[in-house]
């Protein structure tokens, strides 16, 4: 049969999706026999594929899929890529393992591409399909909350990745590829790289079929601004997202999903109809974006939003994806709205509990961490991981305010009123018609000292601010929660009892206590012990 034949049977028959074109422009007018994968135009593909599985002949699908994967994948619903890839003789896998690994995918079946990727046992002559393979395996192991394995993956395919990937004509891989990088970054909480990945994808050109990408990469972007960056660059990154044409992909709801969500933490998290804005989202379109929501939704719960807790429950007892590794945002962002919420009700010691599940590598974290440690009158401590986050807090205005307001509140605490004065003055150029804040943040003090800021005024020293222990106050006192005697004390840290008896009354004098039970009590509720 010819090419023109097969299009004239093309046009006659029915197709499975009415709006997409089901005639070949992009295949030759040459026997089925002599044309090639790589000749489709990409707008082809989808149809080229059903052609294939409905006409025959079946022993070239899988070079088709694997030279135009990312059309076929992105374009042809998964249900029906699922019948065209079992159409495929099962001999031609071993020779295409992009088509073998997506073709198992789809069917439910275990493939050990992650474990091969660690070992580097993903082998593969094409260099392009080797990346493929690793994108996948990417994919594989964010699946499975392993963030920190994927980041290495990723940065395995950035040095792999062939010459200049925005000038490859690629078909859509780097789109793909940098899109995959994005999603990884943000999943991980490294907002700022994240950015970075997104920011490459608005660069390239993937062909009109997968035009999504870039809308996804100015969603994605905004989602980000929303929730710890800057609102300005959010509502751009929508107008842009808004601006592109949509396309006849599946994955087009999941960015709109993803463009809804912005706007709700750009229309405000707190407000009481937030939960049931966030609730009526599809969660089937939310995917590996659900890290997010929770942190939409943790602004709501501290603000005690009818129905927010009831949902933050429901959604941390249904084992999503990653929760419950403890890595990454997807290992944390449980632990950190918990943590928020009983900081924010002055429960410091249940907010620490809380927090120590989540990754400390992270620089919400470490901004969470800070922020009970300013709670708990430990401003150096407070200090020292501000300092830490400077990296992380670049380019993303909300968490840059929130790091300058904990290192203001230090550099008051220790009388530091120069360095005070210039810190307060970098954070109140940032606070300026920000209006408010969407970051879920931890620790009542950091919390009063922003909504300060965001009105333009200083703010109150708290006491648990005003509160310095020393290292060796803080030790003496973990030994006096210990029920170990002043004696025993002097014992163990090699100093007189003397020594030790000064310190305890140095802490009856800062806590304000007047018996060793009211002591004990206290540092508890400062989340000191």
């Known amino acids: 049969m010819t090419a023109h034949e097969r299009r004239d049977l093309a046009a006659e028959a029915p197709s499975t999706t009415p709006d997409l074109d089901v005639r070949y422009p992009g295949i030759p007018d040459t026997d089925e026999a002599t044309w090639e994968a790589d000749s489709l135009a990409p707008d082809d593909v989808s149809a080229a594929l059903r052609d294939l599985r409905d006409r025959g002949p079946r022993d070239r699908i899988a070079?088709?899929?694997?030279?135009?994967?990312?059309?076929?994948?992105?374009?042809?619903?998964?249900?029906?890529?699922?019948?065209?890839?079992?159409?495929?003789?099962?001999?031609?896998?071993?020779?295409?393992?992009?088509?073998?690994?997506?073709?198992?995918?789809?069917?439910?079946?275990?493939?050990?591409?992650?474990?091969?990727?660690?070992?580097?046992?993903?082998?593969?002559?094409?260099?392009?399909?080797?990346?493929?393979?690793?994108?996948?395996?990417?994919?594989?192991?964010?699946?499975?909350?392993?963030?920190?394995?994927?980041?290495?993956?990723?940065?395995?395919?950035?040095?792999?990745?062939?010459?200049?990937?925005?000038?490859?004509?690629?078909?859509?891989?780097?789109?793909?590829?940098?899109?995959?990088?994005g999603i990884t970054r943000m999943l991980a909480g490294d907002f700022a790289a994240a950015l970075g990945a997104f920011e490459r994808v608005k660069w390239t050109s993937p062909p009109s079929a997968l035009r999504f990408f870039v809308r996804d990469a100015h969603a994605k972007a905004a989602l980000i601004h929303a929730l710890v960056g800057d609102p300005d660059l959010a509502r751009r990154e929508l107008a842009e997202a808004e601006s592109i044409a949509r396309t006849a992909s599946w994955a087009e709801p999941l960015v709109d999903t993803t463009v809804r969500l912005a706007q709700v933490a750009l229309d405000g998290a707190h407000r009481p109809e937030a939960p049931a804005e966030l609730a009526a989202l599809p969660r089937q379109s939310i995917g590996e974006m659900w890290p997010f929501f929770v942190m939409a939704l943790g602004t709501a719960v501290c603000a005690g939003a009818p129905g927010a807790t009831e949902l933050l429950d429901a959604l941390e007892s249904s084992n999503l994806p990653g929760a419950s590794k403890g890595e990454g945002l997807t290992g944390s962002v449980f632990a950190l709205v918990r943590a928020a919420h009983a900081a924010h009700a002055g429960h410091i010691s249940a907010a620490r509990t809380a927090l120590a599940a989540a990754d400390h590598e992270m620089v919400l974290v470490r901004l969470a961490n800070a922020g009970l440690a300013l709670d708990g009158g430990s401003p150096a401590r407070a200090g020292a991981l501000a300092v830490q986050t400077g990296d992380g807090t670049v380019g993303l205005r909300q968490l840059e305010l929130w790091r300058l307001s904990v290192l203001l509140l230090v550099h008051r605490a220790k009388g530091e009123d120069a360095a005070a004065v210039a810190v307060r003055d970098q954070a109140l150029r940032l606070a300026d018609k920000l209006g408010t804040v969407t970051t879920t943040v931890v620790g009542h003090a950091v919390r009063t000292q922003i909504d300060a800021l965001l009105r333009g005024e200083e703010a109150v020293m708290t006491e648990s601010v005003a509160l310095v222990l020393t290292p060796r106050e803080l030790e003496v006192l973990e030994h006096l929660a210990a029920g170990i005697s002043r004696r025993e004390i002097a014992e163990k840290l090699f100093v007189s009892e003397n020594t030790v008896k000064t310190q305890v009354s140095s802490l009856y004098r800062k806590l304000d206590a007047s018996s060793r039970t009211e002591l004990l009590a206290l540092a508890h509720t400062r989340g000191l012990i």
């Not at 789809?106 to 070992?119: C, F, M, T």
């Not at 094409?126 to 393979?133: A, E, F, L």
Request: hydrophobic share 45%; proline share 6%; aromatic share 6%.
């Open 63 to 181: 070079a088709c899929f694997e030279e135009h994967y990312i059309e076929a994948w992105f374009t042809l619903p998964p249900a029906e890529l699922k019948t065209v890839l079992d159409a495929a003789p099962d001999e031609h896998a071993q020779a295409h393992p992009v088509f073998a690994y997506i073709r198992a995918l789809l069917r439910g079946e275990s493939v050990p591409l992650l474990g091969d990727a660690r070992e580097g046992g993903l082998k593969a002559s094409d260099p392009v399909v080797h990346t493929t393979m690793l994108a996948m395996a990417v994919l594989e192991a964010r699946l499975h909350g392993e963030l920190r394995t994927a980041i290495e993956l990723s940065d395995q395919i950035a040095l792999e990745a062939p010459g200049n990937a925005l000038l490859d004509g690629s078909r859509g891989n780097a789109s793909f590829l940098f899109t995959q990088a």
